[in-house]
């Protein structure tokens, strides 16, 4: 039962990154170039992933604080977490620079 839940959720979510893509490419068409870069992820799946990284850090982090297990877990939680920031700085980075791309053709 769940995971229907879950599956529509992500479902949704998927429809709503869809549109906001489409809309996105409507209101650029005059301003693309034929000779444009083509980007691996839209701005809105970009969001999708930025929003799914911030709950995997903030549930690392709190691994991180765990009295009940032993150093070597705590060590491996932190390991995690300073690469998911890694990531979640990259793809920031990334989404910062899409939208001047954009306007650029």
């Known amino acids: 039962m769940h995971k229907r839940h879950i599956d529509g959720f992500n479902q949704s979510r998927n429809d709503a990154v869809a549109c906001i893509d489409d809309l996105t490419l409507q209101a650029l068409t005059d301003k693309l170039s034929r000779d444009a870069l083509l980007q691996v992820e839209t701005a809105s799946m970009m969001m999708d992933r930025l929003s799914i990284q911030v709950l995997k850090i903030k549930a690392m982090r709190v691994q991180t604080l765990r009295t009940d297990v032993h150093a070597a ?24 620079t899409l939208p001047l791309d954009y306007v650029a053709g």
Not at 73 to 96: F, I, P, T, V, W
């Open 73 to 96: 877990h705590l060590g491996l939680c932190r390991d995690k977490m300073g690469r998911l920031n890694e990531q979640r700085s990259d793809l920031a980075h990334g989404l910062d």
